[in-house]
Protein backbone atom coordinates (compact mmCIF):
# COMPACT_ATOMS: atom_id res chain seq x y z
CA UNK A 1 0.00 0.00 0.00
CA UNK A 2 1.57 3.28 -0.77
CA UNK A 3 1.61 6.06 1.18
CA UNK A 4 -0.79 8.23 -0.15
CA UNK A 5 -3.21 5.24 0.50
CA UNK A 6 -2.30 5.08 3.98
CA UNK A 7 -2.88 8.74 4.65
CA UNK A 8 -6.19 8.57 2.78
CA UNK A 9 -7.05 5.95 5.08
CA UNK A 10 -6.49 7.70 8.06
CA UNK A 11 -8.08 10.77 6.44
CA UNK A 12 -11.24 8.49 6.40
CA UNK A 13 -11.63 6.34 9.55
CA UNK A 14 -10.94 7.56 13.32
CA UNK A 15 -10.18 6.04 16.45
CA UNK A 16 -13.73 6.48 17.71
CA UNK A 17 -14.50 4.31 14.74
CA UNK A 18 -11.93 1.50 15.53
CA UNK A 19 -12.92 1.71 19.42
CA UNK A 20 -16.24 0.88 18.38
CA UNK A 21 -15.43 -1.78 16.27
CA UNK A 22 -14.03 -3.45 19.53
CA UNK A 23 -16.03 -3.08 21.90
CA UNK A 24 -15.76 0.35 23.52
CA UNK A 25 -17.68 2.82 24.53
CA UNK A 26 -17.87 6.57 25.14
CA UNK A 27 -17.67 7.51 28.94
CA UNK A 28 -19.43 11.28 28.22
CA UNK A 29 -19.15 12.32 32.04
CA UNK A 30 -15.38 12.18 31.48
CA UNK A 31 -14.96 13.32 28.10
CA UNK A 32 -14.22 16.73 26.90
CA UNK A 33 -14.46 17.99 23.36
CA UNK A 34 -10.61 17.74 23.32
CA UNK A 35 -10.11 14.52 25.00
CA UNK A 36 -13.06 11.61 24.78
CA UNK A 37 -12.63 8.79 26.82
CA UNK A 38 -14.04 5.15 25.55
CA UNK A 39 -14.10 1.83 28.11
CA UNK A 40 -14.79 -1.33 27.70
CA UNK A 41 -14.19 -2.92 30.79
CA UNK A 42 -11.12 -2.40 33.07
CA UNK A 43 -9.42 -1.21 29.49
CA UNK A 44 -9.44 3.01 29.22
CA UNK A 45 -8.11 4.74 25.68
CA UNK A 46 -8.75 8.55 25.15
CA UNK A 47 -9.46 10.00 21.60
CA UNK A 48 -7.43 13.04 21.11
CA UNK A 49 -6.41 15.27 17.62
CA UNK A 50 -10.63 15.01 16.87
CA UNK A 51 -10.15 11.93 16.55
CA UNK A 52 -6.84 11.36 14.78
CA UNK A 53 -4.80 10.08 17.83
CA UNK A 54 -5.49 8.27 20.70
CA UNK A 55 -3.80 7.15 24.06
CA UNK A 56 -3.83 4.80 27.02
CA UNK A 57 -3.62 6.52 30.55
CA UNK A 58 -2.52 3.07 31.94
CA UNK A 59 0.95 2.85 29.62
CA UNK A 60 2.93 4.68 27.32
CA UNK A 61 0.97 3.56 24.04
CA UNK A 62 -0.33 6.15 21.70
CA UNK A 63 -0.09 7.03 18.04
CA UNK A 64 -2.88 6.61 15.14
CA UNK A 65 -5.38 4.47 13.98
CA UNK A 66 -3.05 2.09 13.14
CA UNK A 67 -1.08 1.84 15.96
CA UNK A 68 -4.60 1.59 17.73
CA UNK A 69 -5.97 -1.39 15.68
CA UNK A 70 -2.79 -3.19 16.67
CA UNK A 71 -3.05 -2.22 20.17
CA UNK A 72 -6.95 -3.40 20.44
CA UNK A 73 -6.22 -6.78 18.57
CA UNK A 74 -2.57 -7.54 19.01
CA UNK A 75 -1.69 -7.39 15.57
CA UNK A 76 1.45 -5.92 13.45
CA UNK A 77 0.74 -3.20 11.08
CA UNK A 78 0.06 -5.18 8.03
CA UNK A 79 -2.92 -6.33 9.76
CA UNK A 80 -3.72 -3.26 11.26
CA UNK A 81 -4.00 -1.61 7.78
CA UNK A 82 -6.54 -4.52 6.64
CA UNK A 83 -8.86 -4.17 9.76
CA UNK A 84 -8.63 -0.14 9.36
CA UNK A 85 -9.74 -0.68 5.47
CA UNK A 86 -12.35 -2.53 6.87
CA UNK A 87 -14.03 0.76 8.83
CA UNK A 88 -13.92 3.20 5.44
CA UNK A 89 -17.43 4.74 5.54
CA UNK A 90 -18.33 3.19 9.03
CA UNK A 91 -19.98 6.38 11.10
CA UNK A 92 -19.42 6.31 14.61
CA UNK A 93 -21.63 7.74 17.22
CA UNK A 94 -20.58 11.20 18.27
CA UNK A 95 -21.30 12.61 21.76
CA UNK A 96 -23.89 15.15 22.85
CA UNK A 97 -22.42 17.68 24.46
CA UNK A 98 -24.61 19.75 27.28
CA UNK A 99 -22.45 23.46 27.00
CA UNK A 100 -22.26 24.60 22.43
CA UNK A 101 -18.70 25.49 21.41
CA UNK A 102 -18.08 28.98 21.36
CA UNK A 103 -16.10 29.92 18.67
CA UNK A 104 -14.75 33.27 19.84
CA UNK A 105 -13.49 31.18 22.60
CA UNK A 106 -10.19 30.46 20.53
CA UNK A 107 -9.49 33.90 20.04
CA UNK A 108 -9.79 35.44 23.48
CA UNK A 109 -6.69 35.05 26.06
CA UNK A 110 -6.59 32.81 28.41
CA UNK A 111 -5.51 35.50 31.45
CA UNK A 112 -8.23 37.57 29.78
CA UNK A 113 -11.15 35.26 29.83
CA UNK A 114 -10.33 33.98 33.48
CA UNK A 115 -10.04 37.84 35.09
CA UNK A 116 -13.46 38.73 32.72
CA UNK A 117 -15.14 36.00 35.46
CA UNK A 118 -15.97 37.01 39.09
CA UNK A 119 -14.83 34.82 41.80
CA UNK A 120 -17.77 32.68 43.91
CA UNK A 121 -18.91 34.37 46.88
CA UNK A 122 -21.20 33.09 49.83
CA UNK A 123 -23.87 32.78 48.15
CA UNK A 124 -22.96 32.69 44.51
CA UNK A 125 -24.53 29.60 41.98
CA UNK A 126 -20.52 28.45 42.13
CA UNK A 127 -20.31 28.63 45.89
CA UNK A 128 -24.02 26.65 46.30
CA UNK A 129 -23.16 23.85 44.10
CA UNK A 130 -19.20 23.04 46.02
CA UNK A 131 -20.91 23.88 49.50
CA UNK A 132 -24.36 21.81 48.66
CA UNK A 133 -23.76 19.30 46.02
CA UNK A 134 -19.97 18.63 46.59
CA UNK A 135 -20.13 19.08 50.38
CA UNK A 136 -16.96 21.53 50.29
CA UNK A 137 -16.54 23.35 53.31
CA UNK A 138 -16.31 27.20 53.64
CA UNK A 139 -13.17 26.78 54.90
CA UNK A 140 -11.79 25.55 51.85
CA UNK A 141 -13.23 27.01 49.69
CA UNK A 142 -12.05 30.62 51.31
CA UNK A 143 -8.70 29.36 50.96
CA UNK A 144 -8.89 28.76 47.22
CA UNK A 145 -10.42 32.01 46.53
CA UNK A 146 -7.52 33.89 48.70
CA UNK A 147 -4.85 32.35 46.68
CA UNK A 148 -7.65 33.42 43.25
CA UNK A 149 -7.64 29.98 42.26
CA UNK A 150 -11.58 29.74 41.37
CA UNK A 151 -14.27 31.64 39.27
CA UNK A 152 -17.44 31.31 38.62
CA UNK A 153 -18.16 28.98 35.62
CA UNK A 154 -21.32 29.17 33.20
CA UNK A 155 -24.78 27.99 34.79
CA UNK A 156 -23.45 27.29 38.71
CA UNK A 157 -20.29 25.64 36.97
CA UNK A 158 -16.26 26.00 38.55
CA UNK A 159 -13.64 26.99 37.38
CA UNK A 160 -10.34 26.19 39.11
CA UNK A 161 -7.20 27.75 37.65
CA UNK A 162 -3.65 25.42 36.72
CA UNK A 163 -0.46 27.70 37.07
CA UNK A 164 2.83 27.76 35.82
CA UNK A 165 5.57 28.06 38.27
CA UNK A 166 5.27 31.61 38.01
CA UNK A 167 1.95 31.68 39.35
CA UNK A 168 0.50 32.59 35.69
CA UNK A 169 -3.16 31.13 34.92
CA UNK A 170 -2.50 28.63 31.77
CA UNK A 171 -6.20 27.14 31.82
CA UNK A 172 -8.86 25.66 33.87
CA UNK A 173 -10.54 22.46 35.50
CA UNK A 174 -14.75 23.20 34.34
CA UNK A 175 -16.76 21.16 36.55
CA UNK A 176 -20.54 21.90 37.32
CA UNK A 177 -23.75 19.97 38.13
CA UNK A 178 -24.05 18.88 34.18
CA UNK A 179 -20.75 19.89 32.75
CA UNK A 180 -16.99 18.54 33.04
CA UNK A 181 -14.53 19.52 30.87
CA UNK A 182 -10.91 21.87 30.38
CA UNK A 183 -10.71 25.32 29.28
CA UNK A 184 -10.41 25.58 25.26
CA UNK A 185 -6.84 26.50 24.61
CA UNK A 186 -5.75 26.21 27.69
CA UNK A 187 -2.82 23.91 29.29
CA UNK A 188 -3.11 21.68 31.54
CA UNK A 189 -0.16 21.87 34.42
CA UNK A 190 -1.42 22.21 37.80
CA UNK A 191 -3.53 23.17 40.17
CA UNK A 192 -2.05 24.34 43.49
CA UNK A 193 -3.65 24.82 46.66
CA UNK A 194 -1.16 25.98 49.95
CA UNK A 195 2.01 27.49 50.04
CA UNK A 196 4.20 28.05 47.21
CA UNK A 197 6.86 26.54 49.48
CA UNK A 198 5.21 23.50 50.80
CA UNK A 199 7.25 20.00 50.60
CA UNK A 200 4.31 17.85 50.92
CA UNK A 201 3.16 17.24 48.10
CA UNK A 202 -0.18 15.86 48.08
CA UNK A 203 -1.11 14.91 43.92
CA UNK A 204 -4.74 13.97 42.97
CA UNK A 205 -6.58 14.17 39.49
CA UNK A 206 -9.15 16.84 40.05
CA UNK A 207 -9.10 20.43 41.87
CA UNK A 208 -12.34 19.42 43.77
CA UNK A 209 -10.48 16.41 45.20
CA UNK A 210 -7.47 18.37 45.94
CA UNK A 211 -9.81 20.91 47.59
CA UNK A 212 -11.39 17.72 49.36
CA UNK A 213 -8.58 16.27 50.21
CA UNK A 214 -6.96 20.06 52.22
CA UNK A 215 -10.70 19.96 53.72
CA UNK A 216 -10.18 16.09 55.29
CA UNK A 217 -7.17 16.84 56.46
CA UNK A 218 -7.85 20.69 57.76
CA UNK A 219 -5.69 21.84 55.11
CA UNK A 220 -2.52 20.57 56.29
CA UNK A 221 0.09 23.01 57.08
CA UNK A 222 3.35 22.45 54.61
CA UNK A 223 1.06 20.56 52.39
CA UNK A 224 0.68 21.80 48.85
CA UNK A 225 -2.66 19.89 47.19
CA UNK A 226 -2.45 19.74 43.50
CA UNK A 227 -4.29 18.29 40.38
CA UNK A 228 -3.39 17.27 36.94
CA UNK A 229 -6.57 17.67 35.99
CA UNK A 230 -6.72 14.02 34.65
CA UNK A 231 -4.13 14.21 32.11
CA UNK A 232 -0.47 13.44 32.92
CA UNK A 233 1.10 15.56 29.99
CA UNK A 234 4.90 16.25 29.49
CA UNK A 235 4.10 19.94 31.11
CA UNK A 236 2.69 18.63 34.33
CA UNK A 237 5.82 16.22 34.76
CA UNK A 238 8.04 18.59 34.10
CA UNK A 239 5.93 20.85 37.08
CA UNK A 240 5.64 17.50 39.40
CA UNK A 241 9.42 17.02 38.84
CA UNK A 242 9.90 20.34 39.36
CA UNK A 243 8.78 20.68 42.89
CA UNK A 244 9.89 17.04 43.73
CA UNK A 245 13.39 18.42 43.34
CA UNK A 246 13.56 20.39 46.08
CA UNK A 247 15.03 19.44 49.52
CA UNK A 248 12.91 17.82 51.68
CA UNK A 249 9.94 17.17 49.12
CA UNK A 250 7.81 14.27 49.13
CA UNK A 251 5.63 13.29 46.84
CA UNK A 252 2.05 12.09 48.46
CA UNK A 253 -0.02 9.72 45.68
CA UNK A 254 -3.33 10.88 46.65
CA UNK A 255 -5.24 9.64 43.31
CA UNK A 256 -7.95 7.88 42.92
CA UNK A 257 -8.71 4.15 43.77
CA UNK A 258 -9.01 2.88 41.00
CA UNK A 259 -7.15 1.15 37.83
CA UNK A 260 -6.00 4.82 36.51
CA UNK A 261 -5.57 6.31 39.82
CA UNK A 262 -3.10 3.72 40.41
CA UNK A 263 -1.07 4.04 36.89
CA UNK A 264 -1.08 7.82 37.91
CA UNK A 265 0.16 6.99 41.15
CA UNK A 266 3.09 4.71 39.54
CA UNK A 267 4.12 7.46 37.41
CA UNK A 268 4.85 9.77 41.06
CA UNK A 269 6.63 6.79 41.83
CA UNK A 270 9.13 7.01 38.91
CA UNK A 271 9.25 10.58 39.74
CA UNK A 272 9.98 10.67 43.08
CA UNK A 273 12.78 8.08 42.53
CA UNK A 274 14.07 9.69 39.51
CA UNK A 275 14.42 12.90 41.48
CA UNK A 276 15.48 11.59 45.32
CA UNK A 277 12.41 12.48 47.53
CA UNK A 278 10.14 10.50 49.72
CA UNK A 279 7.13 8.93 48.25
CA UNK A 280 3.67 7.79 49.77
CA UNK A 281 0.90 6.65 48.68
CA UNK A 282 -2.14 7.47 50.14
CA UNK A 283 -5.90 6.12 48.67
CA UNK A 284 -9.05 7.68 49.47
CA UNK A 285 -11.50 4.94 51.61
CA UNK A 286 -13.62 5.77 48.41
CA UNK A 287 -13.48 5.85 44.79
CA UNK A 288 -12.34 9.31 45.45
CA UNK A 289 -11.43 12.31 48.17
CA UNK A 290 -14.74 14.62 46.89
CA UNK A 291 -16.66 11.07 47.75
CA UNK A 292 -14.76 10.31 51.08
CA UNK A 293 -15.35 13.97 52.22
CA UNK A 294 -19.52 13.53 50.86
CA UNK A 295 -19.63 10.16 52.86
CA UNK A 296 -18.05 11.51 55.85
CA UNK A 297 -20.39 14.96 56.33
CA UNK A 298 -23.18 12.55 55.32
CA UNK A 299 -22.46 10.27 58.37
CA UNK A 300 -21.73 13.47 60.69
CA UNK A 301 -25.24 14.72 59.61
CA UNK A 302 -26.50 11.31 60.38
CA UNK A 303 -25.18 11.28 63.61
CA UNK A 304 -25.74 14.86 64.80
CA UNK A 305 -29.68 14.56 63.57
CA UNK A 306 -29.89 11.53 65.72
CA UNK A 307 -28.80 13.03 68.82
CA UNK A 308 -31.10 16.16 67.85
CA UNK A 309 -33.99 13.45 67.72
CA UNK A 310 -33.73 11.65 71.43
CA UNK A 311 -36.14 12.90 73.77
CA UNK A 312 -34.15 15.23 76.47
CA UNK A 313 -33.60 13.16 80.09
CA UNK A 314 -36.18 14.14 82.74
CA UNK A 315 -35.09 16.35 85.66
CA UNK A 316 -35.50 13.76 88.82
CA UNK A 317 -38.33 15.45 90.83
CA UNK A 318 -38.03 17.92 93.79
CA UNK A 319 -38.77 16.07 97.03
Known amino acids: ?137 DAALRAAIRQDLLREGPRGSMWAAHLNDRGQVTGWEERGPDWRGFSTGGSKLLFRLGPRDALRLCVTEAAIDAMSLAALEGLR ?48 REVAEKEGCDWFRLKPPANDWNDALREKVRKERGRRETREGLPHARRPRQG
Open 221 to 268: DGSLYLSTGGGWSPATEAAVRALAARPGAQIVAATDANAQGEAFAGRL
Open 1 to 137: MEQNELNDLRGRVSCAAALEGAGYAIDIKESTRRAVKYRRGAGIVIVIHEGKGWFDPLSEAKGDVFSLMGHLHGVGFVEAKTLVARLVGYEPREPVWNRPLRPSEHARDIGERWQARAKPWSSSATWRYLRDARFLP
